[in-house]
């Protein structure tokens, strides 16, 4: 039986009233299956599903689920249901779960916690939304310079079941100051009675308050299992997983994505996301182009008298809209990146102006001469030559402002992504037309 056809038979013994067929179905497939179906299938029959699913098995699906699938559990099976389920997963996946579901609900979940479990919570939603705290584990297994490899390595096994991670062990003093980590390979493979001091390595770690996306791309980068995560005090608070980072990484990537082609990202499915919620992903984008292509309207309508004297203007019109908005859009996704990478900071917005002005500089003698080329045999030498400094004018012009704007979102605290690709093509196109009728009306007399 393929993947494609597991929620379709599910369905079938749902018609037919088989729980125990589908309860039966559903153990013979492995967990990541199982959450791939769980995902798949509508809330209502994923909730039948779920129900069936062993309490092991469940927990380790529900784990994997995306949280607006586990919302959708939630208000399926009732807060009830799912409270033994949550007591089971980590610290940063309930705060996961509880962003996402509305407060009364919330309230009613946090209500099961009880003890070092609702301690461990209250740690992690005590810091801003967005930030690596919300995202980090604080149950992890430490050690102290003074103890020696058997004792840490007695810990991790006790501990193992509760703590997120155990191959990578922060070393911190009695007052929890973060002084270094040592992986659980080099205290295997050490001595049962040398001091971790002797095998410990300096930290790479992160404040709690830093933002998460950051922060994962620098847990990515540097290839840590788990990075320590502080208070602004360099007091240890918790770990940031790679399996996490990964995910926070990846989920940055999908909404910069949905966010560069002028929509919100979709937080469950495409095929289980209603058209309201695709509607809404997108209608924000294109009201804010429709205002914004005014001033192209606004533009063609200044320059209407120009159009009527040389009518070939038009004709030129969406190459150069075209080229303009592609420079501005490259040079933005370019920034993006390196922003996204840590090439570049919001500071550096001078030296990466002059950079996209000179790129834009020689793209448009390049492209212009082209033109020139092109045009001057069917429409005179003086239309190339239109042609040819609008484009040496745009290019640099549309590459500067393409380059500049994400670092100006940046510095004012706002997702460069949300500068989105049609957002510049749009305005790229008003500044180039009016570079362009300008250009013509000086160099063609009109």
């Given at each position: 039986?393929?993947?494609?056809?597991?929620?379709?038979?599910?369905?079938?013994?749902?018609?037919?009233?088989?729980?125990?067929?589908?309860?039966?179905?559903?153990?013979?497939?492995?967990?990541?299956?199982?959450?791939?179906?769980?995902?798949?299938?509508?809330?209502?029959?994923?909730?039948?599903?779920?129900?069936?699913?062993?309490?092991?098995?469940?927990?380790?699906?529900?784990?994997?689920?995306?949280?607006?699938?586990?919302?959708?559990?939630?208000?399926?099976?009732?807060?009830?249901?799912?409270?033994?389920?949550?007591?089971?997963?980590?610290?940063?996946?309930?705060?996961?779960?509880?962003?996402?579901?509305?407060?009364?609900?919330?309230?009613?979940?946090?209500?099961?916690?009880?003890?070092?479990?609702?301690?461990?919570?209250?740690?992690?939603?005590?810091?801003?939304?967005?930030?690596?705290?919300?995202?980090?584990?604080?149950?992890?297994?430490?050690?102290?310079?003074?103890?020696?490899?058997?004792?840490?390595?007695?810990?991790?096994?006790?501990?193992?079941?509760?703590?997120?991670?155990?191959?990578?062990?922060?070393?911190?003093?009695?007052?929890r100051a973060l002084l270094g980590v040592v992986s659980l390979r080099e205290l295997l493979a050490a001595e049962g009675d040398r001091e971790v001091a002797e095998l410990m390595s300096p930290a790479i770690g992160a404040r709690a308050t830093e933002d998460a996306e950051e922060v994962a791309r620098r847990c990515l980068g540097h290839g840590i299992l788990a990075m320590p995560i502080t208070d602004d005090e360099n007091r240890l608070v918790g770990l940031l997983t790679i399996d996490d980072a990964a995910r926070i990484s990846q989920a940055a990537a999908v909404e910069d994505q949905a966010r560069a082609g002028a929509s919100e990202p979709l937080r469950r499915p495409y095929l289980r996301t209603s058209v309201r919620s695709v509607t809404r992903s997108r209608i924000v984008w294109l009201l804010v182009l429709a205002v914004s292509a005014i001033l192209t309207v606004n533009v063609l309508e200044l320059f209407e008298a120009t159009l009527e004297q040389r009518v070939a203007l038009a004709l030129f019109i969406p190459l150069l809209t075209g080229i303009g908005g592609n420079t501005g859009s490259q040079a933005a996704t370019t920034v993006t990146r390196a922003l996204a990478m840590g090439d570049i900071r919001a500071r550096d917005v001078f030296r990466v102006a002059s950079k996209e002005a000179r790129t834009g500089l020689l793209l448009?003698?390049?492209?212009?001469?082209?033109?020139?080329?092109?045009?001057?045999?069917?429409?005179?030498?003086?239309?190339?030559?239109?042609?040819?400094?609008?484009?040496?004018?745009?290019?640099?012009?549309?590459?500067?402002?393409?380059?500049?704007?994400?670092?100006?979102?940046?510095?004012?605290?706002?997702?460069?992504?949300?500068?989105?690709?049609?957002?510049?093509?749009?305005?790229?196109?008003?500044?180039?037309l009016l570079v362009y009728f300008t250009v013509a009306t000086l160099m063609l007399g009109l």
């Open positions: 039986m393929t993947i494609t056809e597991e929620p379709r038979q599910i369905r079938a013994r749902m018609s037919a009233g088989d729980l125990a067929g589908i309860a039966q179905t559903l153990r013979e497939l492995p967990t990541v299956e199982i959450v791939d179906l769980l995902e798949d299938l509508p809330p209502r029959e994923a909730a039948v599903a779920f129900r069936v699913l062993p309490k092991q098995i469940a927990v380790a699906a529900f784990d994997q689920l995306r949280t607006a699938t586990q919302a959708d559990l939630v208000a399926e099976l009732g807060h009830g249901q799912v409270a033994d389920i949550f007591t089971e997963l980590d610290p940063d996946d309930q705060v996961g779960l509880l962003d996402e579901l509305p407060a009364r609900v919330a309230k009613e979940l946090l209500r099961s916690l009880h003890g070092e479990d609702l301690q461990a919570a209250m740690v992690v939603l005590g810091y801003p939304q967005g930030s690596v705290g919300r995202r980090m584990s604080p149950e992890y297994v430490h050690a102290r310079p003074a103890e020696t490899a058997a004792t840490v390595i007695d810990r991790a096994t006790v501990l193992a079941a509760v703590s997120e991670t155990i191959y990578t062990i922060p070393v911190i003093s009695h007052d448009g003698g390049n492209l212009g001469l082209l033109g020139l080329l092109l045009a001057s045999p069917f429409y005179g030498t003086e239309f190339g030559a239109v042609i040819a400094v609008t484009l040496l004018t745009v290019c640099p012009l549309a590459a500067t402002v393409g380059g500049v704007m994400p670092l100006v979102a940046k510095a004012c605290r706002v997702d460069p992504a949300v500068f989105s690709t049609p957002f510049i093509s749009t305005f790229c196109d008003a500044t180039g």
